[in-house]
């Protein structure tokens, strides 16, 4: 009967998708925590229970597949970013805060995808460096634009942009390396702390002042009832 035949393939598709799912997730934990080189296509196969040869049916081998995690990963995090930074409008403070906000919290939602992406990219050959490579850039150049125009319009310190932006995008990094999703903090309230610190790191004593001792928050940045973004409520 059709009908049969049809929810035979939806099915076969659905766990062949199932199956799919399962190498990527086994594959970016092994690699995060045993590294690429010393993680070989038996160990993830032996991770997912298939064979290694039935692997070949879902990936094409096993530098393809860390291509495809880093490739997933870095295109998800810039659309993830770009996102942030449109929800809050065109204040380079405000952009600021929600960037480092949301890529702390994906960070932390996502240990294994930022350990990899750092860790594992001399294993790309040229080619697959040179897609990845353009796509971390603007991801860079939205952190650049923000200290730029916030410097230029005289909230933040005449910093040194480029090794400014390293920074926050390596003190971000470093979550991955001790944050746990059974501790007291939830991703948001992470990066909500490290937005904060990065921004009492960078203003102008007199932007600072406007805000007191007490943490700086994204409707903060976005309060323009005073006529001027970055005003607190009194």
């Given at each position: 009967?059709?009908?049969?035949?049809?929810?035979?393939?939806?099915?076969?598709?659905?766990?062949?998708?199932?199956?799919?799912?399962?190498?990527?997730?086994h594959a970016l934990r092994l690699f995060a925590t045993r590294s690429y080189a010393k993680t070989g296509l038996r160990d993830i196969a032996q991770a997912v229970g298939v064979e290694?040869?039935?692997?070949?049916?879902?990936?094409?081998?096993?530098?393809?597949?860390?291509?495809?995690?880093?490739?997933?990963?870095?295109?998800?995090?810039?659309?993830?970013?770009?996102?942030?930074?449109?929800?809050?409008?065109?204040?380079?403070?405000?952009?600021?805060?929600?960037?480092?906000?949301?890529?702390?919290?994906?960070?932390?939602?996502?240990?294994?995808?930022?350990?990899?992406?750092?860790?594992?990219?001399?294993?790309?050959?040229?080619?697959?460096?040179?897609?990845?490579?353009?796509?971390?850039?603007?991801?860079?150049?939205l952190y650049i634009a923000a200290v730029e125009d916030a410097i230029a319009d005289g909230r933040m310190r005449p910093v040194n942009v480029r090794v400014t932006v390293y920074g926050?995008?390596?003190?971000?990094?470093?979550?991955?390396?001790?944050?746990?999703?059974?501790?007291?903090?939830?991703?948001?309230?992470?990066?909500?702390?490290?937005?904060?610190?990065?921004?009492?790191?960078?203003?102008?004593?007199?932007?600072?002042?406007?805000?007191?001792?007490?943490?700086?928050?994204?409707?903060?940045?976005?309060?323009?009832?005073?006529?001027?973004?970055?005003?607190?409520?009194?």
């Amino acid at each position: 009967m059709p009908d049969e035949l049809a929810s035979k393939i939806v099915a076969a598709k659905s766990t062949k998708r199932a199956t799919k799912q399962l190498i990527y997730e086994h594959a970016l934990r092994l690699f995060a925590t045993r590294s690429y080189a010393k993680t070989g296509l038996r160990d993830i196969a032996q991770a997912v229970g298939v064979e290694v040869a039935s692997l070949y049916t879902h990936i094409d081998g096993k530098n393809a597949l860390l291509f495809d995690l880093m490739d997933y990963g870095t295109r998800d995090l810039l659309q993830r970013l770009t996102s942030a930074i449109e929800d809050v409008g065109p204040d380079p403070l405000a952009r600021l805060y929600a960037l480092v906000r949301e890529h702390v919290a994906v960070t932390c939602r996502r240990q294994n995808q930022t350990l990899v992406a750092f860790n594992e990219i001399r294993e790309l050959n040229t080619q697959q460096r040179d897609k990845i490579i353009p796509l971390r850039e603007e991801i860079e150049n939205l952190y650049i634009a923000a200290v730029e125009d916030a410097i230029a319009d005289g909230r933040m310190r005449p910093v040194n942009v480029r090794v400014t932006v390293y920074g926050i995008l390596a003190m971000g990094r470093g979550v991955a390396t001790w944050y746990r999703p059974d501790g007291p903090l939830t991703p948001e309230q992470v990066g909500s702390e490290y937005a904060d610190q990065v921004l009492r790191g960078l203003l102008t004593t007199a932007s600072l002042a406007r805000f007191g001792d007490e943490p700086i928050e994204l409707t903060d940045l976005l309060d323009t009832t005073r006529g001027e973004p970055g005003h607190r409520n009194p």
